[in-house]
């Protein structure tokens, strides 16, 4: 995606991201909480990722939902996160062309792409509370591929002219870039050419995306609760909503920090430049942190895979490797309680 057009004439072949202008010398200490930030989203959602897949308890759509959510946080930590560290431990600030347009792609449309993943997990509460006789056959792991498709057709065809545009414009003013990322306004503004449409592109179809996905979890939660207030039975409706309130916490992670973000880019004058910069980092570092956490502790079955993952692997560690020969492998696994035990959890686990 780098601007080769031949009505394009560049003078550069590289930009300078410039973090933070204002608190250059506190960008060493600010990477420390970045950092194990970073490390917590990434190894929640590691783990995450393999329950979901060891456990067959877990093999069912809401889960492979989650798992499509995780996946998602995984790729946009990757996209953001380390290249931030390397500006702030090694002064890297030079990023190619390519990888500032194919960064900006990524960020436009795996952000879309969650807000997609929220609003079908709406859906899927929706039948669970709403019609949980028909769950079964509505919510299948087919619904599930083809949701994954959807999602990943409709923010990859909506996203991919972001970076075009703006890999068509003609940089020869300046290549210095007021941001620890490739976003396409602080890109864009740097071009000798007209903007307007990359501004207008990325205001409607930012708005039709996200706005049309927000809109939809609205209902959704609006048929829920009218549903759960008519439900008479002692008890019930506070277990109808606590299905849902792991997923309605996530969508105030999500969509505050993001209208905090609008927010301040609006307002951009009357804030220090400083502000919106760390907004949009932490942006992509809270939600992806916190959506495996508030799953493990608030789901059950979630908190009850994990447990049994790392007793399983605690089991392991402690018995030691088998040997060598299928023969002394075999006694070995007899002969020792401890990951016979194991075993033979796994198969008293049922399956879908």
Aim: glycine letters at 4%; proline letters at 6%; a neutral charge.
């Amino acid at each position: 995606m780098a601007p080769t057009h031949n009505s394009t004439s560049t003078t550069f072949s590289e930009f300078l991201l410039i973090c933070f202008p204002g608190f250059q010398s506190w960008q060493h200490w600010l990477s420390l909480p970045l950092s194990l930030l970073f490390l917590l989203a990434m190894g929640a959602n590691t783990t995450l990722l393999i329950t979901i897949w060891l456990e067959a308890s877990l093999h069912e759509p809401m889960y492979y939902l989650l798992s499509l959510l995780s996946l998602l946080d995984i790729v946009l930590c990757l996209t953001v996160i380390p290249k931030v560290l390397l500006i702030f431990w090694f002064n890297l600030k030079t990023i190619s062309f390519s990888a500032c347009f194919s960064q900006m792609f990524v960020m436009n449309s795996f952000l879309t792409m969650e807000s997609c993943t929220f609003m079908v997990m709406a859906y899927d509460r929706y039948v669970a509370i709403c019609h949980p006789l028909r769950y079964p056959s509505i919510i299948t792991d087919h619904f599930v591929a083809k949701a994954a498709v959807f999602v990943i057709a409709r923010n990859v065809l909506f996203s991919l002219p972001v970076p075009i545009l703006s890999s068509r414009l003609r940089y020869c003013a300046q290549n210095i870039i007021t941001n620890c990322i490739c976003t396409n306004l602080s890109v864009s503004t740097l071009s000798c050419d007209d903007i307007t449409l990359n501004k207008l592109y990325q205001l409607v179809a930012g708005w039709t995306l996200l706005g049309s996905d927000l809109i939809l979890i609205i209902l959704s939660y609006t048929f829920i609760l009218r549903a759960v207030l008519r439900i008479k039975a002692e008890g019930a409706a506070a277990k109808a909503l606590s299905t849902c309130g792991s997923h309605f916490i996530l969508i105030l992670f999500f969509s505050t920090i993001l209208l905090v973000l609008i927010i301040t880019n609006v307002a951009r004058k009357r804030i220090p430049p400083d502000v919106p910069i760390l907004l949009n980092i932490l942006h992509h570092l809270i939600p992806p942190a916190m959506n495996p956490i508030v799953y493990g502790v608030r789901t059950k079955e979630i908190n009850q895979g994990i447990q049994r993952l790392l007793k399983r692997l605690l089991e392991g560690l402690e018995s030691g490797p088998p040997p060598a020969s299928l023969q002394e492998q075999g006694n070995w696994y007899l002969l020792n309680p401890m990951v016979h035990r194991g075993t033979t959890e796994l198969q008293d686990v049922p399956s879908d």
